[in-house]
């Protein structure tokens, strides 16, 4: 039984950049049957040669059961942040820096012009052909610059107006040119599913749907349908690096996602992870933080970690004992939320000076009563403060 867990933000997992390579590893009951049945190889043939091990915040999980929740529309755009992304980094749970994931090393150049990564070897899309280079330069060379596919360039990968260049040394190594300094490119490349994260495709997948290599194909409809981050979830057929698959999806009504059994992560005890066996997605309509306060008071989900309205916390809070389930306030990562800024370019002439006139924006931060402001929209639940970067941010000691 799958203990029940809420949170208004998001809940995350410490992880560890360690690697594993031992002579077995478990796997979850229901592979072990496959495995049995001679219908999937055996999880050592299944995980790279060094796994990816994640520590996990607790102790050791238990594998089975099923996780329910609700998605806000056929996008299913929580889901997919919960299951697709794997990009080539991963930021540490403690916010102090990057970890590896899809890529196991890198190395700069002195003036951050050039870029040499690793691809961690082994790893599998869940339909188990493996993953190489071969599946980011399909992206690069076969979607971004083929002036007839509609994929716009991602953030950093352009440079002072020129596209990046880029070398496959062999099928794990690749070579990134700029034409200037770039030195933030793998922040901003291992970013969530609607930025950079989409760029490592299935492209033995992808292929069929593409007119430069399937001759029957006369336009893009299919190929961006399994791409774009609105309808990627949509298909059960197509791979994933995730943890979870695509088995079923009814429009309107439900998706239902399964353990991928080619994952390439393990927790410290050698587990092949996910733990949890399947995703059961409810597609909500009308107004989905209505139906998620329901749910969750009546204990009929399993973890929410989106469309928890504010006004029905007190609410939730007051039923977790009953509906067996615990709410968990999470700080946000960025500097507030809400908050409150000023318009500098306003049209009327007088109010713009205004703006720019300190004296006047330091009586008018003096003039705001922050408390009372929290009071009355967020229950008393928020923390007044300026609009700054937050105490616990990189480099600054957590109070």
């Known amino acids: 039984m799958l203990k029940r867990v809420l949170l208004v933000v998001v809940l995350v997992l410490a992880v560890s950049s360690m690697v594993m390579a031992q002579a077995t590893y478990t796997e979850a009951p229901s592979l072990a049957e496959q495995v049995a049945a001679g219908t999937l190889p055996p999880v050592e043939e299944r995980l790279p040669p060094e796994p990816l091990v994640i520590e996990p915040v607790e102790q050791v999980g238990e594998y089975g059961g099923t996780w329910h929740m609700i998605d806000q529309n056929n996008e299913l755009g929580f889901t997919l942040m919960t299951t697709g992304v794997e990009g080539f980094l991963k930021w540490n749970r403690d916010a102090s820096g990057f970890r590896p994931n899809v890529l196991e090393s890198y190395e700069w150049n ?114 961006m349908n399994r791409y774009n981050t609105s309808t990627r979830l949509h298909y059960p057929d197509m791979p994933t690096l995730g943890p979870w698959m695509v088995t079923s999806y009814v429009p309107d009504q439900l998706a239902t996602l399964t353990r991928n059994p080619y994952y390439w992560k393990v927790d410290t005890a050698g587990n092949q992870l996910p733990y949890i066996d399947n995703l059961q997605v409810e597609i909500a309509s009308g107004a989905v933080s209505e139906q998620v306060a329901l749910r969750a008071i009546a204990g009929e989900l399993d973890m929410q970690v989106r469309d928890i309205a504010l006004q029905d916390v007190p609410l939730i809070l007051e039923s977790a004992e009953a509906g067996d389930y615990h709410v968990i306030m999470w700080d946000r990562g960025d500097f ?42 967020a229950l008393g639940l928020a923390t007044p403060r300026q609009f700054s970067m937050l105490p616990w941010a990189e480099g600054i000691p957590e109070p």
């Open 110 to 223: 002195d003036d951050a012009t050039q870029l040499v990564v690793h691809f961690r070897q082994g790893i599998r899309w869940s339909d188990g052909e493996p993953l190489t280079v071969d599946d980011y330069l399909f992206w690069w060379n076969d979607m971004v610059l083929d002036e007839n596919i509609p994929v716009d360039p991602a953030s950093g990968t352009v440079v002072n107006g020129e596209p990046m260049t880029l070398e496959k040394i062999d099928d794990f190594t690749l070579q990134f040119t700029f034409a200037g300094p770039n030195p933030l490119f793998l922040e901003n490349h291992s970013r969530g599913p609607w930025n950079s994260a989409q760029s490592i495709v299935p492209a033995h997948y992808m292929e069929q749907f593409h007119p430069g290599y399937n001759s029957a194909v006369t336009d893009t409809t299919e190929l």
């Open 336 to 377: 507030a939320w809400p908050w409150l800024m000023l318009f500098y370019d306003l049209a009327d002439d007088g109010l713009e000076d205004l703006m720019y006139t300190q004296a006047f924006r330091q009586a008018l931060s003096v003039s705001i009563d922050r408390i009372q402001m929290n009071d009355v929209t």
